[in-house]
């Protein structure tokens, strides 16, 4: 293993290397240039490769992502930078109508490959406008992938992977494990898209982590092994197309299944899970399946309301003594 | 600017192809057994496609509209696979899925039309930028209508074009109906392309109906944009025989506008004007429509022999 590195330079150096190794990918967003974002997670990337392929763009997020769409049709691998969430409401038009139909519509004359960046910010006071976490929305478009790293390693694996994908792939990345540091492997590795991996292996519960959350359910995992109760943690990383084989072998072990998410539960990848393991599970469950997620309300700004909107360690442990007890 | 003789009998077949292909079209839409889903039809505004797509090789692309039968064939996409996808079999050019409102022809420049107004000048801002990125020496030029001015797209896809210096052709037909609403209900001045000054590029408003005209002006622009200099706009006025969509009734459009607009029709001006400069003479023109009709029959007999896509085919090239 190589030295730790921060969350947020994963990204970054996963994008330099496949610019290194690519002629064809480019990055493109608003501040992408000399700030790097404005949490400068692309930091450096204009010095090396110059402004034609670290492209500064008015804020124009539907020009952006249409851009890209367009750009990717003609056989480049742009890598779009939205930065908030909740920004992308504003070219869900792109995304949705013409990148994730565009292959399928024309009849497979074109491939789309393209990366569009979004960050989930909860935990930030950023409030009604900056904190949304709203992958459930394009996890439910075909022909569009939706990953959500959770480490430094599978930062830069999923990151890889995603640049390589001929597909247009969505890459949510949360604010809050910008600074979390770890080893990541040396030379060159991806973590594939479409597969899950259990973090930690048990018999008492299974529980699935989408996103940040998995360092919520690593706490709660740790309280509840003091209590005697092994769960086995998931952690999902790709929320379109979904690993449900391995949610499906993990639930005949342990027969009982919780799923925790930022987003709201309502509508949610949870719900979206929970319905797909009791169509083929329901023998094998001893206890409903439940999830651990935030209200059907709206992120507030205020810290109170903030912390009581967002799922946490507590709210989860909360939730798998309830459904042992 | 000198235009040959072969490059105005090109010009006005490429017309009549598109007007042929059209009006059989309707009758098969209208006889209402074969065609599924929605039809826009662009009988009138045929020199605005083709004297721009004219100036353009397959390596040049378009983007076009909801009502893009005339610029795909202007461009020089085959009719049989067209006509084919139009009667959703296997054989159209996007397998059956695409219909009307959505196909393209990759190989021939043809990158889409598109179901959302306005949305081909986002996506042509991205193949513009390919095409500078891959230093090519390629353009990309992007239809759309009066309609299409008010959207967010024209303003974030002109300044971002203007703002990257990118090869996009702005190509503004103005019909006068966003679907039913009269352009001066919905554009605040007499010529959009006046726009164009805004974000630094040059805008033409031209006659849209003279073929001639339009076929140099978007040489021009062509030129412009393939020197780098970024995008250019041109507004060309012409008007929309048929109504929004087959089985508009109309009621919107005044008595006696369309009579008026049909003693202007591109295809029968340019008629009269090649008889008079003796380019072509009343046999030649004949033999010019059989041809077409020809082309758009053996297009339509393709499409029947062709069959319906199997069931699979809608879980396919979801992904690549």
Redesign the interface.
Known sequence: MGKPIMFQWAINHAIAEEMRRDPTV?IIGEDVGKPGGPFGVTRGIIDEFGP?RA?D??I?E???????????????R?VAEIMFMNFITLCV??LY??ASK????????????MVVRAMTAGGYGAGPHHSSSLESWFASM??L?VVMPSTPVNAKGLMKAAIRD??PVLYVEPLSSYRIKAEIPEGDYITPIGKCEIVREGTDITIVSVGRMLQEALKAVDVLEKDGIKPELIDLLTINPLDMETIYASVKKTNRLVIIHEAKQTMGIGAEIAASVQEKMFDWLDAPVERVAAPFTHIAFQPKLEQHYLPDATKLVAKVKQMLG | MKISKETKIDLFTRMVKIRTFEDETHKIFMAGKEMPGFLHLSQGEEAMAVGTCANLTFDD?I?TTHRGHGCIIAKGADLKPMMAELFGRID???????GSM??????TGC??S???VG?G???????????K??KTKNV?AVFFGDGATGT??FH??F??AA??KLPVIFVCSINFYAQMTHKSVHIPIEHVADRAAGYGAPGVTIDGNDVELVYEEVSKAVKHCRAGKGPYMIEGITYRHHGHFIGDPCNYRPAGELEEWLKKDPIVLYEQKLLKEGVLDEKRIQQIKEECKNLVDEAVAFARQSPQPDIEELY?????
């Not at chain 2, 159209?92 to 695409?98: D, I, S, V, Y």
């Open positions: 480019f034609e492209v763009t008015p124009s539907g020009a952006i992502i249409g851009l890209c769409v367009g750009a990717a049709a003609a056989g480049l742009p038009e792109e109508n013409q565009m292959r399928w519509m024309f009849g497979a004359q074109v491939k789309v490959p075909p022909g992938k001929d597909n | 692309a983007y159209g050019c996007c397998k059956g899925r695409a959505h196909f393209a022809d990759v190989k990158m889409g598109n179901g959302i949305e000048m986002r996506l042509a801002i991205g193949t513009a930028f390919a095409q990125y891959q990309t967010g797209a974030e896809s300044n971002m703002t990257l396919k090239d979801i992904l690549a």
